[in-house]
């Protein structure tokens, strides 16, 4: 089978690549250290300059007002923000957020879709609770009909990019018990609404989330998306998506540590040789290089079944986010145990881009969590 990436996802690649290269200490501003002043949590400028650059368009496919959104164009953008350890939230506006409103929103909403590619709009997904943990379908926020209006009553926990977000794309239940799949809904809030309240921090690996409070918020009934109870499949289908998206970027951040460590391995110089010449260490680094490759595997292989049926595709995200999940931490703990101290220190690059690939494994189901939806998608 051949591998490479097609002419476009090359050019896509390589421009992206360098324009990451390019803008570094915008990258590595005080986002990364949880400024509070920055309540964005990510530099505008930069993010105006990746929708020019046409990467937001990337996500999204022709129909849907993008030139690209396949699994490989998801992987292809998000391995380069991971091995530059962005923190800016193209999974959260736009697989996410846009992904959801494309996919649900009559013509009126679907008009979000191209300022979001615009790089003009930012949104959120407010779906994860107190009580959901990992379960995509536990969602007790509740949305009443009140004549021509809906009250939605709840609590959102982790909604990454809310403080930036224009609108959150808010789930809520509108019948069924807690943990049911029929049910549930998807609004367009805007983030401005009354009755909605935010608790705004800055995350460990870099960007912000806030707690959202959900206090008897009135809508009118045309910011539904989609048909009353139904959204369920599409936020599986979008989840998907951000996982693979994830799994990318977290292959990306393990590229970027691998190769500081090499590179540390070949400069430090102990008993007066580099240390990278001790065989003990080339052993260590060897199994991070094999590592790697696993990880490359089951990306591509993850990104190639985003549009088989639900269950492959479910089955073999599971697979790759699990081996993701262990193989990243060995590559993000052996590359802080190789560097010795220097990697303590915050300054230094691979310290971040360690605390990205672990955190990243929290998202969406972590490394047991994707090892249980295997087993059960395997018995099914
Ligand atoms: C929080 C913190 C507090 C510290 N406090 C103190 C302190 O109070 N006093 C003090 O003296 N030091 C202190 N240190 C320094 C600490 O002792 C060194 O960081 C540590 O010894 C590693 O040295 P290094 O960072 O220079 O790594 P390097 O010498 O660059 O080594 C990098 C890696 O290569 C491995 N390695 C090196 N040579 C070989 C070899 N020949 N064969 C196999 N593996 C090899 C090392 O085990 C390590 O994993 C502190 C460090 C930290 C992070």
Known sequence: MNFDLTDERQMLQDSLRRFLRDNQDGLRASTRLGDTENTLGFDAGIWGKLAE???????????????AGAGFDLTT??????????????????????GLIAALGNETQKELVEQVIGGELH?????GEPNSRYDLAQVETTAQVDGDDIVLTGRKAV?????????????????GAASDEDGISLFLVPRDS????????????G?????????????????????????????KRATNRAEVALAAETLGAMEAATELTREYLLTR????????????????????????EQARSAVINAAGHLDGSAAEQALQISAARNLIGRAGRLVAEESIQLHGGIAMTEEYELAHIAKRIVMADHRFGDTDTQLERFIDQSAA
């Open 53 to 67: 650059l046409g990467v937001i368009g990337a996500l999204f496919s022709e129909e849907d007002g993008g030139f």
């Open 77 to 98: 953008v998000f391995e380069e923000l991971g091995r530059a350890g962005a923190v800016e939230p193209l999974l959260d506006t736009a697989i996410l957020g846009g």
């Open 194 to 205: 009354a009755g909605l309240s935010l608790r705004g921090y800055a995350l460990l690996a």
């Open 123 to 127: 949104l959120a997904l407010a779906h």
């Open 207 to 235: 960007g912000r989330a806030a707690e959202v409070d959900l206090d008897g918020l009135r809508l009118s009934a045309d910011a539904r998306l989609g048909a009353a109870g139904s959204a369920y499949a599409a936020l």
């Open 269 to 292: 110089q102990q008993f007066g040789r580099p240390i990278g010449t001790f065989q003990a260490l080339q052993h260590r680094m060897a199994t991070l290089l094999i590592e790697l």
């Open 159 to 175: 909604v990454i990019n809310a403080e930036a977000a224009d609108y959150l794309v808010v789930s809520a239940r509108e019948s």
